[in-house]
């Protein structure tokens, strides 16, 4: 292991359990993507590792929910301080274990900080209303209660940014949480629990528990003690989330895949437009779950558009992410490259035409990493696979279109509602398309990310619930009403 991440790290990672580091039977090798190379070995959990995690949350939570919530929320604005005293640190492994240029990383790091900072200035917000009463001297009181413990199931992505997202209004609304990272990016978790032991969170409110979905995931949301399942991945995984937690009646919040349509209208700024279709579009190798997965052009705006997108993505420098120059790197995985290549493949059988492809390094220590070229596809037909499945890779589809009415449809004509996008200079046509578009985002001349006072939630097969703002937090919290009579 790399000696800038010891000091957050244990030379063989274990799970992080009641702040102590909690070793198994078994552990698996975590990768470098740009190189191939092993970074580390990190524990791999059982359903037995589970109940110590669950158990440890479970111990600690009444006494964290007593602590006053201003008191709480100081934690994490502590938390916070401590993710930027080592904000360096913590985005060199996040690039070095998922393979994103450090930029983004550096700007990952800042989004966690954001997060925890946003919920802890929730600290001192009202947590209850009075209500008028139809009796005399009566009063009804409601307040919020702390669910309990709470899984949280996180994405390889966005490791950093979406343990905070899931953890900050989980601890200031009184829960304790059991965090299980993905088997690609389990080092950016246990590094984030390392610095929350530093900002003095007491033991067993922050666990986190290493290993494979169907065995530890699937054993968190089983749990009997475990009250809310919040988790951002595939479709798949969140259906069968959805159906165990069934059994148990517990609520779930569930942000899962997205095909978000990117249109621009004949009337837009054409230019910006095409760099924004290519930033969406590859930021994060294209793993990044509102990104431009499907580009509709206007007919009349067509020529100059692919003119300028071109220019756009031949800006894009593939290349080792620790480099500052670099503005893609590789895919997370061996599993995801294969993944892009063969829909890539199929996307040319079914008829598309390359328009510009960009080139991988050919350098000999990148022989071994999962480097996918970033790609422009033209000429597809209505049936293509790449405009209906999840690309989460650098293939950028274009599609011509005439008329608004049928860009809504072909942009509806699709089983997730994550995020849409939409570019034109004229506000009536936004503002209708916009109320037309069957998603829980659209960003209008503009591209993401989302905000941290938004609500970032699905429609559709993208997902139920969602996170941030003072929407997400709602998902933290039950409500109790007290019916107080003071008639003497």
Not at 93 to 117: F, H, N, W, Y
Not at 384 to 389: G, Q, R, S, W, Y
Not at 422 to 433: G, K, W
Request: proline share 5%.
């Amino acid at each position: 292991m790399s000696t800038d991440f010891k000091k957050l790290l244990p030379e063989n990672a274990a799970h992080f359990i009641n702040n102590s580091w909690v070793s198994s039977k078994s552990s698996d090798p975590v990768t470098n993507p740009a190189t191939g190379e092993t970074i580390a070995q990190v524990a791999m959990g059982s359903k037995a590792d589970a109940d110590k995690a669950v158990a440890a949350a479970k111990k600690a939570q009444k006494k964290w929910a007593a602590v006053p919530q201003p008191q709480r929320a100081e934690y994490l604005y502590e938390f916070a301080r401590q993710i930027e005293k080592n904000k360096k640190t913590l985005a060199t492994l996040l690039t070095t274990e998922q393979g994103k240029p450090l930029a983004e990383s550096e700007g990952e790091v800042d989004t966690a900080i954001l997060m925890l900072r946003f919920y802890a200035g929730l600290g001192w917000k009202r947590t209850g209303h009075v209500l008028a009463s139809n009796h005399p001297h009566h009063q009804a009181i409601t307040k919020e209660s702390p669910l309990g413990v709470v899984a949280a199931i996180i994405p390889w992505n966005f490791p950093l940014a979406i343990f905070a997202r899931k953890t900050a209004p989980a601890l200031l609304a009184g829960n304790t949480i059991v965090v299980k990272p993905s088997e690609n990016t389990p080092l950016c978790s246990l590094a984030l629990a390392t610095l929350s032991h530093a900002a003095g969170i007491p033991n067993g409110v922050i666990n986190v528990i290493c290993g494979e979905g169907s065995k530890v995931g699937d054993a968190l949301v089983k749990h009997p003690d475990v009250e809310l399942v919040t988790m951002t991945g595939s479709t798949r995984a969140g259906k069968i989330i959805a159906k165990n937690a069934a059994e148990k009646v517990i609520p779930v919040s569930l942000e899962l895949g997205g095909k978000a349509p990117f249109i621009v209208l004949a009337d837009a700024d054409i230019e910006k437009a095409a760099q924004d279709a290519i930033d969406a579009r590859m930021a994060n190798c294209g793993q990044v779950c509102i990104c431009n997965e499907r580009t509709y052009i206007q007919r009349e705006a067509y020529e100059p558009f692919m003119r300028a997108l071109k220019k756009a993505a031949e800006k894009i420098i593939v290349g080792d992410p620790l480099a500052k120059k670099t503005t893609m790197g590789p895919k997370v995985s061996a599993a995801e490259k294969e993944h892009v290549e063969e829909l890539l493949a199929q996307t040319k059988k079914e008829g598309g035409n390359i328009f510009w492809q960009g080139k991988i390094p050919d350098a000999k220590k990148f022989k071994g990493g999962n480097w996918v070229a970033p790609t422009i596809v033209t000429d597809l037909p209505a049936h293509a696979t790449i405009l209906k499945e999840e690309a989460f890779g650098p293939i950028l589809p274009v599609v011509v279109f005439d008329t608004i009415d049928e860009v809504i449809r072909l942009a509806n004509d699709c089983e997730y509602g994550l995020s849409s996008y939409l570019y034109t200079r004229d506000l009536l046509s936004a503002m209708q398309i916009s109320d037309a578009l069957e998603y829980g985002e659209v960003y209008i001349n503009r591209y993401g990310p989302e905000e941290i006072n938004g609500f970032h939630a699905g429609w559709k097969l993208s997902g139920i619930g969602g996170d941030d703002g003072e929407h997400g937090y709602q998902l933290y919290v039950k409500q109790k009403t007290v019916y107080l009579n003071y008639q003497s």
